[in-house]
């Protein structure tokens, strides 16, 4: 057992963290915006070949991928074209990808900037191409662009992927939230403890207060742990490792979320502190799959069996 | 990164695993439901651990020159994963072999070194750490227990609180000041008979015979019994505490209470309430996520790379999800903690108290987190 990164791993993420450090800055124009598209970053990344770390390494590297964009504030879409496409299509699948469920007239995340969407149906798993008009962008805190149908997608006209891809799907979906999480998890504590350090408060800096300290040390540590977790699903490539770790970050996001605004106080309230890019992220992906309380089902469901 | 055992470690499990099977008595959870630190587990670690040692199971990370076999920090986790498993039948002896023989190994002199170390190499002696005071527990400088030099060695008096097996132990390991300043300590090794020495049981919430006060009154050590020179001792003890810094495989414990509650819940035909599976699947969650988290620091240990905060975060995520795991039995399963039918659960449910207390405190793990990972500056103390 070797928990460091090897050297082709650990070059592999100062290349994209080099890369995201010319795009790492919001745009002065969209300095008070809930959310950036960063299409800028987006075409580097493809132009790179990061979107294509599951084929020509492996996916825990697509996970190192994805955590590592996900810590930037602006976003791109890139944990459903690199961790969940490769497991479920030969084919390369059109990208910006988003993923719909539920009511489908209701907003979805990266719907407004997706070229096609994958909607799992139970037994299969369908792509929904999007052209120009069929989606609208909504207005939303939520730190991601958020779009939904103009009118209901025509889903005899999407392209089945088959059944067989359902499993994967689902596995990887997870995989997919739990790296975007971790990312967006240590900004989060990390601009918060940079914050704590410089505020001051009662004639000390805040983050003196064994009462800040200590939050911020269970952040950090929830912050660790849901890493490695999702670490272990994108080496294992085991359902139950997967499902670990997206519960494991959910559940941890309202703590966090709690925790971090607190110690950022009215600040962190203002879209012109930056922390909402990555505390709203954590908000958007708290609720998908069910939530925690689903994944955790499922998890017991992996280790203990099913119901008689 | 590679998150697959070694096949010789599946090996060294597997073979941990037969012998366990061979050696421990088919009621050995029956027994062993009375308690560590009973007499009757004491007996049996005097009889297990040189059986052990025999397997070259006990030492195996210890260096050659010692005994050992300089096996890796991996195989020594296993050791103690697969021994906790049955509630670590080594009883007090895991003390001696993870941090006294090592520490000793590091500051004893010849004379202690040759003395103790092939005793504890194999499995004969019972040790005893005698640390806390009833004042001195987390914040350990501020132990009171004095010995005073004299024409022929030293005089201990004062007493120790917690000590567990003091009431079986051959030697204990202790921790005196021997100046006014605050950290002018010294560590002694003190035969448990010596006259002066009185030890007393307290009942408790842990486990029958587990926990003790230890009185010394004029208690009289020679020279020798010093473990490197006068007021170092906090160089000592530091070291032993570090030797600690994996501790206990909290979360495989847990683990194994949680399979026993559910198979139990399952048999009451109690597995199909929602809100009872979700809690349980959270605490899976916590659980491997602690896993993970004591394994990057074996691993880190395995490279003999120095402590970081990575050890104050494994413990408080083991903290806390064995802290969540007695919950869940507590509200899922209370019967079997009165019942006494599964001697594990109870034993796990009373033990896991100490879960968040011994070897740091919880909070002070996050005191730690703060300043060596995350560069928050010390709180002030008065």
């Known amino acids: ?308 | 990164m590679e998150l697959a055992w070694a096949q010789e470690h599946d090996q060294y499990r597997e073979r941990l695993r037969a012998i366990l099977a061979r050696e421990l008595p088919s009621n050995w959870m029956q027994d062993y439901a009375h308690g560590r630190g009973t007499q009757g587990e004491i007996a049996f670690s005097r009889t297990f651990c040189p059986k052990l040692a025999a397997e070259g199971l006990l030492i195996p990370h210890w260096p050659k020159e010692y005994g050992g076999q300089d096996g890796d920090a991996w195989e020594h986790f296993i050791l103690s994963e697969e021994m906790w498993t049955w509630g670590d039948p080594r009883g007090p002896q895991y003390m001696n072999v993870n941090w006294i023989g090592p520490t000793l190994m590091k500051f004893g002199s010849p004379a202690q070194k040759e003395e103790h170390l092939t005793r504890i190499a194999n499995g004969s002696v019972i040790w005893c750490q005698g640390f806390s005071e009833p004042q001195a527990g987390t914040d350990l400088a501020a132990l009171r227990t004095r010995a005073t030099r004299t024409n022929h060695g030293y005089v201990i008096n004062g007493s120790k609180i917690w000590t567990s097996y003091a009431n079986g132990s051959d030697w204990c390991f202790l921790l005196t000041r021997t100046s006014d300043e605050r950290r002018a300590i010294s560590v002694f090794l003190v035969p448990m008979d010596t006259p002066g020495i009185e030890v007393f049981a307290i009942p408790g919430l842990v486990e029958e015979g587990h926990i003790h006060e230890v009185f010394f009154k004029d208690v009289e050590v020679p020279f020798s019994a010093l473990v490197g020179e006068e007021g170092m001792g906090w160089e000592v003890v530091t070291h032993a505490l570090s030797l600690e810094r994996v501790g206990i495989p909290r979360y495989h414990l847990g683990r194994l209470a949680m399979d026993a509650a559910i198979g139990k819940l399952k048999r009451e035909d109690r597995y199909g309430d929602p809100l009872m599976r979700a809690a349980a699947g959270r605490i899976i969650a916590k659980l491997e996520a602690a896993r993970m988290l004591t394994y990057l620091v074996v691993d880190q240990r395995a490279k003999q790379q120095p402590a970081n905060a990575m050890t104050n975060i494994a413990r408080v995520s083991n903290a806390e999800a064995v802290t969540d795991t007695l919950n869940f039995l507590m509200e899922y399963a209370p019967g079997c903690l009165t019942s006494r039918d599964d001697p594990y659960l109870t034993l796990f449910y009373r033990y896991a108290i100490t879960n968040t207390i011994a070897s740091g405190a919880y909070e002070l793990q996050l005191n730690m987190i703060a300043q060596r990972a995350l560069n928050l500056p010390r709180e002030r103390r008065q």
């Not at chain 1, 203002?270 to 890019?277: Q, S």
């Open chain 1, 1 to 308: 057992m070797n928990l460091e990164f090897t050297e082709d791993q650990a070059v592999l993420v100062s290349s994209v963290e080099n890369i995201l450090d010319k795009y790492a800055e919001l745009p002065t124009a969209n300095r008070r915006d809930y959310h950036y598209y960063a299409r800028d970053l987006d075409q580097a990344l493809v132009a790179n070949g990061f979107l294509d770390a599951v084929s020509s390494m492996g996916s825990l590297e697509a996970v190192l991928v994805v955590e590592a964009v996900s810590k930037i504030a602006p976003v791109v879409e890139i944990a459903t074209s690199t961790l969940v496409a490769p497991h479920i299509s030969a084919e390369e699948l059109p990208r910006p990808l988003a993923i719909v469920s539920g009511d489908l007239s209701q907003a979805q995340r990266y719907l407004s900037v997706a070229k096609a969407a994958l909607l799992d149906t139970g037994d299969d798993i369908l792509l929904i191409d999007i052209r120009p008009g069929d989606v609208e962008a909504v207005d939303t805190i939520f730190a991601y662009p958020f779009g939904r149908f103009t009118t209901a997608p025509d889903l005899s006209k999407a392209r089945s992927l088959g059944a067989a891809a359902v499993g994967p799907f689902r596995q990887w979906r997870q995989v997919a939230l739990a790296a975007e999480a971790i990312g967006a998890m240590r900004s989060a504590v990390d601009f918060t403890v940079d914050y704590v350090k410089q505020r001051q408060m009662f004639g000390h800096a805040l983050g003196l207060f064994q009462a800040v300290q200590h939050r911020l040390a269970q952040c950090h540590q929830a912050t660790c742990a849901a890493q490695y977790l999702t670490y272990r699903a994108g080496w294992s490539g085991d359902p139950l490792d997967a499902v670990l770790a997206a519960t494991y970050a959910q559940s941890h996001m309202p703590k966090l979320w709690f925790d971090l605004h607190q110690f950022n106080g009215a600040m962190g309230v203002t879209n012109e502190h930056k922390l909402h890019f990555w505390t709203y992220r954590l908000r958007a992906l708290q609720s998908e799959m069910g939530g925690a309380n689903e994944g955790a089902l499922q998890a017991a469901e992996r280790v203990w069996g099913k119901v008689a």
